[in-house]
């Protein structure tokens, strides 16, 4: 049974999904954040008959999934306030989910959203700016701007006597530890939300603060030293987490050294039949074998000017023997490596490849709250590319004989985990097409070779560049092939340096998590919906699962409630188990809106509970009610089926 802690004479915490702080005065209270609400039948224990302000430090579900509970005690008069960067996460939070977003969506990882507003709308009667004030019955809080966390997260910070009392948010959690990662991925991979976080929290070491007091977790005494750490540890995965290559400085003299010009403008050899392109500042995707035959196959293609792929596909046939393109395999769900595969299949008739747990993310890629899927890119001047439906799949680890060379076609994640390799032999040297899992120079011994580690690809370091380390390493190519015009030669030191750099980013993740097990803390996915957005007619039914993973190697109990809106309801509403070590488990779970539900886009939250400890409603689905029109329509290839 939750109770009351009392921190001193009128100030206590309150644990549920939060730690909900309750300040006295008489029998007056003010909130900092509110968890489930259940706080509001406790206050009574204490001595509060009224509550005057509520004082909500960020806008994540588990600091106000109780705001329904809020009403009764508005309408006697309660106010709330919040960040004013954050009016808009509580007030219009239907606003950050979209059955079709697109790559440059406001708050998201490149079509992802990484905020996690609540189910309904709860308005605010004051928000505070960057460095605001506040006084509440002779308590002045300065109220100041501590984003990293959340855009717009807000720091209380209350003077007692001659120390501070800091009430903090998620900023940090006791022993310089952080609630999650995934809520301070801004940007891909660029660290934007890790530089806010180091630089608010050492703004907030300045106070010294006799008693921090955070969301989550014990509070902490005398927290200048931890925040200090806090910030050394956030320097340190800063150093290792944004891409382990000159990228925006000196990538271009790295990207090839080993390829040379071949017959066509801009196309260069890499062996007698491998081709590339290579310019200045040039980043499209596309590699080329050429048989003998004069059939070729493509690894990639896409971010062209269709007009520039096709004079030179043409300027190949008059010139290189090109005769028909066979196939184009595509090494990853992100569309920018398939944006002109439909083209070239359209004009010249080319099948397209891949692997078949890459294909979903292409043949539905609605299903899945990722970053970069194909039809989020629709700002090339053209129409939005829709799903895209593959003619052949190949299992993880099937050889393919193809004009006379034999390929073997693998998974290996690393920049994400729906990724694959495609290698061989190619004019006697073992050539790996590696898509966007490894760039760098591969004799410059500063250079990690890590694309952007980016938690809504999808992966965690297990799934992603440890394992495409060890698996390079394995296979020990002569020659890497990437994404974006890369082609490394003698690339072994390189793989080795990511082997260890790989190594290197998990622990520092590790070292800043809560978690025994760093993995919950940087995956949004461990608690996850497939399909992520559902459509249901009024009246209707629809069908999800719910896929739980437990990362430890121990047994796992799991309790997951979910939360819907008005008009839908669930079959399950609890889904209750147990789970063997490093194992996954599927619910199906059945939606059913009401014949009079609302029309539109409404949010399903799950609210999880993992071994006993209650985390609140970490994730959620996307619902929508009744037809889809217009683009929104389009949902899946012609021929897909689910799978996942």
């Not at 009016?87 to 490149?110: I, N, Q, W, Y």
């Not at 609540?118 to 308005?123: F, Q």
């Not at 989550?216 to 987490?241: C, F, T």
Request: charged share 25%.
């Amino acid at each position: 049974m939750a109770a009351f802690t009392r921190i001193s004479n009128d100030l206590f915490c309150w644990t549920d999904t939060c730690n909900v702080y309750v300040l006295r005065d008489g029998d007056v209270g003010l909130l900092i954040d509110l968890g489930d609400g259940s706080v509001l039948d406790k206050l009574g224990d204490i001595g509060i008959k009224t509550v005057e302000w509520v004082l909500f430090t960020h806008h994540h579900r588990e600091q106000c999934q109780g705001a329904e509970k809020l009403k009764a005690w508005r309408e006697r008069g309660t106010k709330v306030a919040a960040a004013e960067a954050e009016r808009g996460f509580f007030e219009k939070p239907l606003s950050f989910r979209k059955m079709r977003p697109t790559l440059g969506d406001a708050h998201t990882v490149h079509g992802a959203s990484y905020l996690r507003p609540p189910l309904a709308p709860i308005a605010i009667d004051r928000g505070f700016t960057r460095m605001d004030d506040f006084t509440w019955r002779g308590k002045e809080f300065w109220c100041v701007h501590t984003g990293g966390h959340s855009p717009g997260m807000m720091s209380y910070l209350l003077k007692d006597k001659d120390s501070w009392h800091a009430f903090t948010g998620d900023l940090m959690c006791a022993d310089a530890k952080m609630h999650t990662w995934f809520d301070s991925e801004f940007d891909y991979g660029f660290a934007k939300g890790l530089y806010e976080l180091g630089n608010n929290a050492a703004q907030i070491a300045g106070y010294a603060p006799g008693l921090l007091m955070p969301s989550h977790g014990p509070l902490v005494r005398d927290a200048k030293p931890q925040l200090n750490a806090y910030v050394s540890k956030l320097r340190r995965l800063g150093e290792l987490y944004v891409r382990g290559y000159e990228i925006s400085k000196f990538a271009n003299c790295d990207q090839d050294t080993i390829s040379t010009p071949a017959g066509v403008p801009h196309l260069w050899n890499v062996t007698p039949h491998l081709y590339k392109f290579r310019g200045p500042d040039y980043w499209v995707n596309f590699a080329m074998i050429i048989a003998d035959s004069g059939h070729a196959l493509i690894i990639d293609c896409g971010l062209f000017d269709r007009a520039f792929l096709d004079k030179a596909l043409e300027r190949a046939k008059e010139r290189l023997g090109l005769k028909t393109i066979d196939a184009i395999f595509v090494t990853h769900m992100h569309g920018d490596h398939a944006l002109d595969a439909d083209h070239v299949r359209q004009k010249y008739g080319a099948k397209l490849w891949t692997l078949e747990g890459v294909a979903p993310t292409f043949e539905r890629p609605w299903d899945f709250d990722m970053a970069a899927l194909l039809p989020m890119y629709t700002d090339r001047g053209r129409p939005a590319p829709g799903p895209l439906k593959f003619d052949r799949l190949f299992r993880d680890g099937e050889t393919i004989i193809w004009e006379g060379y034999t390929l073997t076609v693998d998974w290996m994640p690393g920049q994400t985990k729906y990724h694959a390799c495609l290698h061989g032999k190619i004019d006697g040297k073992t050539v790996a097409f590696t898509g966007d899992n490894i760039f760098a120079s591969t004799v410059d011994p500063k250079q990690g070779g890590n694309e952007a580690v980016v938690a809504r690809n999808g992966g965690t370091l297990e799934e992603g560049y440890i394992y495409a380390s060890e698996y390079l390493h394995g296979i020990g190519p002569d020659i890497l092939v990437g994404g974006h015009c890369w082609a490394m030669g003698e690339p072994a030191a390189l793989i080795g340096r990511l082997r260890v750099r790989s190594r290197a980013i998990r622990d520092a993740f590790q070292a800043l998590s809560v978690e025994d097990d760093y993995r919950y803390m940087f995956d949004p996915y461990w608690v996850q919906a497939l399909p992520y957005r559902t459509t249901v007619q009024p009246g209707g039914t629809a069908e999800v699962m719910v896929k739980i993973r437990n990362f430890r190697a121990r047994e796992q109990s799991h309790r997951v409630v979910l939360c819907t809106p008005p008009g839908l309801s669930v079959e399950p509403a609890v889904i209750e188990g147990k789970l063997a070590g490093e194992s996954s488990g599927v619910a199906t779970v059945k939606i059913s809106a009401a014949a009079d539900a609302k029309p539109g886009l409404q949010l399903i939250a799950f609210d999880i509970t993992r071994d006993g400890v209650r985390h609140g409603q970490l994730f959620d689905a996307i619902v929508h009610v009744g037809p889809l029109t217009g683009t929104d329509a389009q949902t899946t290839a012609p021929g897909a089926k689910a799978g996942y």
